[in-house]
């Protein structure tokens, strides 16, 4: 099993400001623990594409990337206008890089150059909506490369896997009425968002093809992992699809700042091997993994570790503790 890593130091030029938990030091923190525990060179290099205004237009509507371009325009800091979004000087650039490295890698499954693929993303993108940035997000990173898989590659069906703490709102709202593309969230409720209720299936032709488990504060592997196990494998059984998209958000570790669920590295291993034997099964083994969340970056690092040593095959990822992070400059 060949895995495809897309990974580039450049996504730390992303500026959220001080102290801000969505960091630069994230994707220093993840190429450090796969440097460390050696997935970064066993895995097969995937360089970014370059991306057009007309590749984001698939999700996003002209006026947002209107407002996005006149506002991050390569020469400030500040928030974004439609949401709690911070950025800096390079912040578009960084975050058009992140949508090619995601599609860059969906070219890389279909092709069949690697069997499936982990992308250490910034900024995360699953609560951006069509028309809105929100949550630290830009642009939707994981919908852009479903519609880009559906239109460019022909695929049919698209699953979009959301294992984020947080409710993926964005994705969810780009795809309610699409029976194409099925979205499965587990997330802490009550949380920010504040979106993604059990009874939030769909609407219109997309009736059924969104399935939401909110849990409490607390829950772990025993609540997700029967939720993967239970309703949304009775689920895919049906939709069967030709794509499987992780939202791999590992803010839902324990530990994690901005979530308060219990998952470990060894549990992120046991979905992600769920999730491998439904990509097999279905998909001729297409699956990506775009990164979301994580802010403890000890805890992403090692998540990120497990994640990656099963996708590249490894049945029993050993126990992984990263370096220690390099230290924030102080002001």
């Given at each position: 099993?060949?895995?495809?890593?897309?990974?580039?130091?450049?996504?730390?030029?992303?500026?959220?400001?001080?102290?801000?938990?969505?960091?630069?030091?994230?994707?220093?923190?993840?190429?450090?623990?796969?440097?460390?525990?050696?997935?970064?060179?066993?895995?097969?290099?995937?360089?970014?594409?370059?991306?057009?205004?007309?590749?984001?237009r698939l999700v996003h509507a002209e006026t947002y990337l209107a407002t996005v371009i006149a506002e991050v325009d390569g020469s400030s800091?500040?928030?974004?206008?439609?949401?709690?979004?911070?950025?800096?000087?390079?912040?578009?650039?960084?975050?058009?890089?992140?949508?090619?490295?995601?599609?860059?890698?969906?070219?890389?499954?279909?092709?069949?150059?690697?069997?499936?693929?982990?992308?250490?993303?910034?900024?995360?993108?699953?609560?951006?909506?069509?028309?809105?940035?929100?949550?630290?997000?830009?642009?939707?990173?994981?919908?852009?490369?479903?519609?880009?898989?559906?239109?460019?590659?022909?695929?049919?069906?698209?699953?979009?896997?959301?294992?984020?703490?947080?409710?993926?709102?964005?994705?969810?709202?780009?795809?309610?009425?699409?029976?194409?593309?099925?979205?499965?969230?587990?997330?802490?409720?009550?949380?920010?968002?504040?979106?993604?209720?059990?009874?939030?299936?769909?609407?219109?032709?997309?009736?059924?093809?969104?399935?939401?488990?909110?849990?409490?504060?607390?829950?772990?592997?025993?609540?997700?992992?029967?939720?993967?196990?239970?309703?949304?494998?009775?689920?895919?059984?049906?939709?069967?699809?030709?794509?499987?998209?992780?939202?791999?958000?590992?803010?839902?570790?324990?530990?994690?700042?901005?979530?308060?669920?219990?998952?470990?590295?060894?549990?992120?291993?046991?979905?992600?091997?769920?999730?491998?034997?439904?990509?097999?099964?279905?998909?001729?083994?297409?699956?990506?993994?775009?990164?979301?969340?994580?802010?403890?970056?000890?805890?992403?690092?090692?998540?990120?570790?497990?994640?990656?040593?099963?996708?590249?095959?490894?049945?029993?990822?050993?126990?992984?503790?990263?370096?220690?992070?390099?230290?924030?400059?102080?002001?």
């Amino acid at each position: 099993m060949s895995t495809g890593l897309h990974l580039d130091l450049s996504y730390a030029d992303h500026e959220t400001g001080l102290r801000h938990p969505e960091s630069p030091e994230r994707i220093r923190a993840v190429a450090e623990a796969l440097e460390f525990s050696g997935a970064r060179a066993s895995c097969v290099p995937l360089p970014g594409r370059s991306v057009t205004n007309d590749d984001l237009r698939l999700v996003h509507a002209e006026t947002y990337l209107a407002t996005v371009i006149a506002e991050v325009d390569g020469s400030s800091s500040g928030q974004l206008s439609t949401g709690d979004t911070n950025f800096g000087p390079h912040s578009l650039e960084v975050a058009r890089a992140a949508v090619g490295g995601a599609l860059a890698a969906v070219d890389a499954v279909v092709a069949g150059t690697v069997s499936n693929a982990f992308c250490a993303l910034r900024p995360p993108g699953h609560h951006a909506t069509a028309d809105r940035g929100m949550g630290f997000c830009l642009f939707n990173n994981a919908a852009i490369a479903a519609r880009y898989a559906q239109q460019v590659h022909g695929l049919e069906r698209v699953v979009i896997i959301d294992w984020d703490v947080h409710h993926g709102n964005g994705t969810q709202d780009i795809f309610y009425e699409d029976p194409s593309v099925f979205y499965f969230s587990t997330h802490q409720h009550p949380w920010y968002p504040g979106s993604g209720l059990k009874q939030e299936t769909g609407r219109g032709r997309g009736e059924g093809s969104t399935l939401n488990v909110p849990l409490p504060s607390g829950s772990g592997m025993a609540e997700i992992g029967a939720a993967f196990r239970g309703p949304f494998f009775e689920k895919m059984a049906t939709f069967r699809p030709d794509l499987v998209i992780i939202s791999a958000g590992f803010d839902s570790r324990q530990g994690d700042p901005l979530g308060q669920f219990t998952l470990t590295d060894a549990d992120f291993a046991e979905l992600t091997k769920l999730l491998l034997e439904l990509a097999e099964k279905s998909a001729a083994g297409r699956l990506v993994s775009l990164l979301e969340g994580g802010y403890s970056l000890t805890g992403l690092a090692s998540a990120v570790a497990s994640h990656v040593g099963v996708l590249q095959g490894t049945a029993n990822p050993p126990a992984f503790k990263s370096p220690p992070p390099r230290a924030t400059p102080s002001p």
